[in-house]
């Protein structure tokens, strides 16, 4: 019986190769959930400000004034309560881990965003006139 | 008389990476006494109640242990749970069980390469890790997380798994269970680990008792004590009994922890089975004000959590006790007699988690 196991599990191990891989020149596994890193759309942002209220270690840092989305990488958990929390669709969670870095990482974006005009409401009154 | 020498074990040891200093006082090869001290990574992460909000204080106990992390997170949920009086959903409750148990599949199978490994066995070792992965693969796909799970909030869980995924994982647990008996087979019934382990570090029940062992150090020494007898999330719906061994050496360890394997293989597949539908998360609105011990078991033993909320969003007090200090002053009990080239085994088999241990 111990034999049969022993050749049992050396010839698995002979045909099956490394049970581990190459990080970081061969990429981690993922799943289809993995929470890796959080990416900002700078385009959708209205600077609401509850991603960085939300933020559980103090990641995320808005500046309104300046108009500008900060994240701390090596702060970010990615526990995902930004993406939750977030209406306007801005951030997202890619499954890729952050890549491995030496030196701390901030990553500064401006918020591109532009406050639609206002004529909508014009076009809407004429739309009504015509209607009427 | 020999002369009695004094070798310092740790901090840096060949048990594992963690931690602990242990005096050994030898006569010849044997350890006569045995002084521990711990004190080296303390946090202070039971005042980090009073700077972060209760909800976000989740992440926090999450981070206390790496490898128990989702059953922290579960018991203090479940303490501000009670101080607040909400009813968990029936489905969260399952995913919690579910969760639970993979939790403790991960830390058992670790343990026992960790185990391995101190006896010198490396193959054994490579072996446990392997196997150990799938389980980390499963709680990747599901939760996102392989270590931190980040799935367990107040009120219920963030995550709901599929019927599709829970029948894979049910698929799954057949093949998995084949090879951890093949694995426990090794541990078991291979001659020079018996010849190693048998007899090595005895602790009596009634020592275990007094001296407050928990989990699987206690169960090895006949100690029927388990915290999921009582019930908590889905444990009172599933039936539980508790994996008993009665030698009390390191062999009986080993054995109570393998037997806790199938224990978790058959709960997690009983879950999936009886998974009710429904929602998965309830609102939460309020602070908690009153106290609460939320008791519950890990992989190591039982945890417990003092939570203490003044009716703002801050606790004013959280105290946590893990199991591996309530096992320390067994460890002591159990070193006096070993040889000197023993005392890694016997030590690594409470299962120490100092990071837990000094918070």
Avoid at chain 2, 58 to 71: K, T
């Amino acid at each position: 019986m111990g034999i049969f196991q022993m050749t049992k599990t050396v010839l698995r191990n002979l045909s099956g190769g490394p049970a581990t891989r190459r990080y970081p020149a061969v990429a981690a596994r993922k799943g289809p959930i993995t929470r890796g890193h959080v990416v900002f759309n700078p385009a959708t942002c209205r600077s609401c400000g509850i991603c960085s209220r939300r933020c559980p270690s103090g990641a995320i840092n808005l500046d309104k004034e300046a108009n500008f989305w900060e994240i701390d990488r090596m702060r970010c958990i990615a526990c995902g309560e930004c993406v939750e929390g977030c209406q306007f669709d801005s951030l997202t969670m890619e499954q890729e881990y952050f890549p491995p870095v030496v030196d701390r990482v901030v990553e500064r974006y401006p918020i591109t965003y532009v406050k639609p005009e206002k004529p909508a409401k014009k076009p809407k009154e004429e739309g009504a006139g015509e209607n009427a | 008389m020999p002369e009695r020498i004094i070798v310092p074990f740790g901090p840096q040891h060949p048990v594992l990476p963690e931690p602990i200093h242990i005096d050994l006082v030898l006569e010849d090869e044997k350890v006569v006494e045995a002084i521990p001290s711990i004190g080296y990574i303390h946090r202070g992460l039971e005042q980090l109640v009073q700077k972060r909000e209760y909800p976000e204080f989740v992440y926090v106990a999450e981070r206390i242990c790496g490898i128990c992390s989702f059953i922290h997170s579960l018991c203090y949920c479940q303490g501000i749970e009670k101080i607040m009086e909400i009813e968990v959903p029936d489905r969260a409750r399952y995913l919690r069980t579910i969760w639970s148990e993979y939790s403790r599949l991960h830390s058992h199978l670790l343990w026992l390469g960790l185990f391995a490994d101190s006896m010198g066995f490396e193959n054994l070792f490579m072996r446990s890790w392997r196997l150990r992965e799938k389980v980390l693969d499963v709680l990747e796909d599901t939760t996102g997380g392989r270590v931190i799970q980040g799935t367990c909030k107040v009120g219920g869980v963030r995550r709901d798994i599929g019927q599709e995924k829970l029948d894979e994982i049910h698929r799954g647990l057949e093949s998995f269970e084949e090879e951890c008996r093949d694995l426990g087979h090794v541990f078991l019934n291979d001659t020079t680990v018996k010849n190693r382990l048998r007899g090595l570090g005895v602790l009596s029940k009634a020592e275990a008792y007094d001296l407050g062992a928990v989990g699987p150090t206690a169960r090895a020494s006949g100690v029927e004590m388990d915290h999921r007898e009582t019930g908590y999330a889905a444990y009172g719906d599933l039936g539980f009994k508790p994996v008993i061994e009665t030698a009390g050496d390191c062999y009986a360890r080993c054995a109570v922890r393998l037997r806790e394997v199938h224990a978790s293989i058959d709960l997690v597949r009983r879950a999936i089975e009886e998974m009710p539908e429904g929602p998965i998360d309830v609102k939460v609105r309020g602070t908690p004000e009153g106290e609460y011990f939320s008791r519950a078991e890990q992989p190591r033993g039982e945890v417990v959590y003092y939570l203490r909320g003044d009716g703002t969003k801050n606790l004013s007090r959280a105290r946590i006790r893990t199991p591996t200090l309530t096992n320390i002053p067994s460890l002591v009990k159990m070193l006096p007699g070993v040889q000197l080239a023993d005392v890694p085994v016997v030590v690594l088999s409470i299962d120490p988690c100092i990071s837990c241990t000094e918070r």
